[in-house]
């Protein structure tokens, strides 16, 4: 018997290995390949190089790209000027090579690839997943038509905190609605098959927690509890990875003191084991690199550490090409570690039908027809028109008659350079409408004079920072006195003025984190003598992250929130503020009233000490002695130049038991003097419950079209997976007790109903 049991434990331990790999449904032809290759050439496939031309985010960039395409060094190219330069990486990859092995081409492509879409954030406000998923489609579409197969996005990070640029890049505060998103622009960019010559791969970043740094200064620490780890900042991941994602991008940050790009726990027990996911896995720019000043050791220990950990492709550092064959020799790394790593990049290719034809997505003939044609550009107005979030409209003054006297003003009303927003580097800011020419094109009647009016900040040494990529802050040569009277000038002779005001493009995105969030002091003054003048003034607010301007919210004016508008965005902005669009769009992340609130977002808990529903400041309360706790906006809110009222609010059970869904109807009708849409939503609070309930979550949302004066019956259905939340052992569960259900119009929506789970 003691004998034969290492046999049977070997024969188990055999027959378990053939149970894994056949789960995992190995591709034959991709095996036969991985016997074929070297141990180099299977490191070579790890390795992805920029070879320049595109955005350098890091201080390293890839030399001597071609002879490592030659030498079999490189799996993939990113970052690539044009498609006739992928022409040229792929000639090399298959047919110098000794193995023929085609290059996976990458790219950015965040909000869109020539047919420039709002900024991400600002996309996330329509609420509207079919519109979201067409703008992925087209940036497939006119990518891949350009050579390109693998792009990294969609950004899912949640981000709290306005202070991080990069809140510009994601869909906002909340998990569930974040979570929808992900799968729109996955399914959006991968379509049903990836051998379509129009689709390509998604890259789910930047796992993970990205958006949870502390400070909100680009690039910091990230420490979280699992339970809001789970609960609130990884659905959206998940959400991606169940949609398909055939790539996932690590990021910068450490989850629980690991570097994310060597984290075991993360890459392999969470994203493998327990998700299921069967892609790759390739670090951020240099994040492996990034290990050694993280402190865990020199670049030979962190390239073995994140290979063991589940990393599959190194960008840019070449880490793992110049270490880990000396690992492997040391014992530090296995050759299996290897091979699957190598195996998963080989998949995603054959996923793509490279190997079938590894020109499949360089094809002369596409660029002219699919590249930034009239009907992508149609979609991008319509998605800038419903990004728009209208904050307020002081004596309803929007939206304006065409054939007015109009003064346009403000640093970014003919500024081209500021429309497509940060990380548009495939967009071409030429091809931008500005604010000033979308007026002239909507409302060819109306008499406009356009004054700059001020700088966007008068500080040379920011402007410097922000100007990294082109001239985003130009600061005239005429003086602010000779600005301002012209803009004032211009303001005096017109019967309503417009002013154009906010962020330039790059003060927000990538390493674009401020610790001021307000609006310049220079345009600030601007806005101040503009409403001095008793001249109605409309705030066409730009920015790339929520801001706090509670100062100018108690001016009398009017504002309408636009992000980073995209290539369409004069026109887009003409619609909705003469009123061929309504604007429905509703914010998907909070608006503080002031730095020091931050973080505050819809689904914050109640506490043992809640502060009072009046906010009166009380004493040992949870609540501030300058501040309230609300914010200026809430998640959700956005108004219509209609109105609607929500009634009747009904639940089909007043008790269920586990497994059953909820049906939630709201008579909503729209009271006001335009057809428009509205985004109802619908927010549960788990009143009792094992862990400490968020005080409302949102679960359910639906954005409905009203013509004015009519009404409609709204049914949000709650599945049973609405109930459930992630406790402390991290089951996904629903307890018994009642749940409290809210809908309207945002996140303080007050008809409310509950029910009780059995
Ligand atoms: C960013 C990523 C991006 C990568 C490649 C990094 O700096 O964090 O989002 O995909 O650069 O351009």
């Known amino acids: 018997m003691n004998v034969l049991k290492p046999i049977l434990v070997a024969f188990v331990l055999s027959l378990t290995t053939i149970g894994i790999a056949q789960s995992k449904k190995q591709i034959p032809e991709v095996e036969a390949l991985l016997k074929k290759m070297t141990i180099d050439e299977k490191i070579g496939q790890l390795n992805l190089l920029t070879p320049g031309g595109g955005v350098a985010t890091g201080s390293v960039v890839s030399e001597n790209v071609e002879a490592k395409i030659k030498a079999g060094n490189v799996g993939g190219l990113f970052g690539v000027a044009s498609p006739s330069k992928m022409k040229i990486a792929q000639d090399i990859a298959v047919k110098q090579t000794r193995l023929q092995i085609p290059l996976l081409f990458g790219s950015d492509i965040i909000h869109g690839y020539k047919t420039t879409f709002p900024i991400p954030l600002g996309l996330s406000s329509s609420w509207d997943m079919d519109l979201i998923k067409s703008t992925a489609q087209i940036a497939a579409k006119e990518a891949t038509a350009d050579g390109i197969n693998w792009n990294f996005s969609p950004m899912v990070d949640i981000a709290r905190d306005p202070r991080w640029g990069r809140i510009a890049e994601g869909a906002g505060e909340d998990a569930y609605l974040g979570s929808a998103i992900a799968r729109a622009m996955v399914t959006g960019y991968q379509g049903d098959n990836l051998t379509d010559a129009n689709t390509m791969l998604a890259c789910v970043k930047h796992f993970a927690l990205y958006g949870a740094i502390e400070g909100g200064r680009d690039y910091n620490s990230v420490d979280m509890s699992r339970v809001k780890m789970f609960n609130q900042y990884l659905p959206p991941y998940k959400a991606a990875i169940d949609a398909g994602a055939a790539s996932v991008m690590t990021s910068f940050n450490d989850v629980d003191g690991v570097p994310a790009t060597g984290n075991k726990w993360l890459l392999t027990d969470l994203l493998r ?47 793992f090409l110049s270490t880990l064959k000396k690992s492997l020799s040391e014992g530090k790394v296995t050759e299996a570690d290897i091979t699957n790593a190598c195996r998963r990049v080989l998949e995603a290719k054959h996923k793509l039908g490279l190997f079938d034809n590894p020109y499949r997505y360089i094809d002369n003939s596409r660029p002219a027809k699919d590249i930034l044609t009239k009907e992508n550009r149609d979609v991008a107005r319509q998605a800038a028109t419903h990004s728009f979030v209208l904050l307020k409209n002081e004596n309803n003054v929007l939206p304006l008659k065409k054939a007015t006297k109009i003064a346009l003003v403000g640093p970014l009303a003919d500024s081209r350079n500021n429309m497509l927003g940060t990380w548009a580097p495939t967009g071409d800011v030429k091809n931008a409408i500005t604010i000033l020419e979308g007026f002239k094109n909507v409302a060819p009647d109306a008499t406009i004079t356009y004054a700059k009016g001020s700088n966007i900040l008068n500080d040379a040494e920011m402007a410097k920072k922000i100007n990294v990529f082109g001239p985003r802050v130009e600061i005239s040569k005429e003086s602010s006195e000779a600005l301002l009277n012209e803009a004032l000038a211009a303001a005096k002779k017109s019967d309503v003025v417009v002013a154009v005001v906010g962020e330039a493009t790059e003060m927000s995105g990538e390493a674009a984190s401020r610790t001021d969030i307000t609006i310049p002091d220079t345009q600030k003054k601007l806005i101040k003598a503009l409403v001095e003048t008793g001249k109605p003034v409309v705030l066409v607010l730009m920015s790339g992250r929520p801001l706090a301007i509670p100062e100018e919210f108690n001016l009398p004016v009017s504002i309408l929130q636009v992000w980073h508008p995209g290539v369409e965005a004069g026109n887009a902005v003409a619609d909705v503020v003469f009123g061929n669009y309504n604007p429905s769009g509703k914010l998907t992340a909070t608006w503080p009233r002031s730095v020091g609130q931050i973080p505050v977002y819809h689904s914050m808990k109640n506490t043992g000490r809640p502060a009072p529903a009046s906010e009166e400041f009380q004493k040992f309360k949870s609540n501030y002695l300058d501040e309230k706790n609300s914010p200026l906006f809430p998640f959700g809110y956005g108004l219509s130049y209609t109105s609607f009222e929500y009634a009747d609010l009904k639940i089909n059970k007043d008790k269920i038991s586990q497994g059953e869904a909820v049906e939630v109807s709201v008579t909503l009708k729209n009271t006001g003097n335009f057809d428009g849409e ?81």
């Not at 690199?289 to 390239?303: P, R, T, Y």
């Not at 954005?703 to 009519?710: D, H, I, M, T």
């Open 273 to 319: 084991d327990r998700w299921g996911f069967e892609g790759f896995v390739v670090s951020d720019y240099t994040s492996l690199n990034e290990m050694i000043a993280h402190g865990l050791g020199d670049l030979q220990a962190v390239s073995a550490l994140a290979l063991k950990a589940g990393l599959d492709m190194d960008m840019v550092g070449e880490g």
């Open 678 to 758: 509205e985004v109802v939503q619908l927010y549960l609070h788990d009143v009792v419950r094992s862990i400490t309930p968020p005080n409302r979550e949102l679960k359910g949302f639906k954005k409905v079209f009203l013509k004015k004066n009519e009404s409609k019956e709204v049914t949000i259905t709650l599945q049973p997976e609405d109930l459930k939340f992630y406790n402390s052992d991290l089951e996904f569960v629903a307890e018994p007790g009642t749940f409290e259900v809210f809908v309207g119009g945002d996140s303080n929506a007050s008809l409310k109903k509950e029910f009780i789970l059995e």
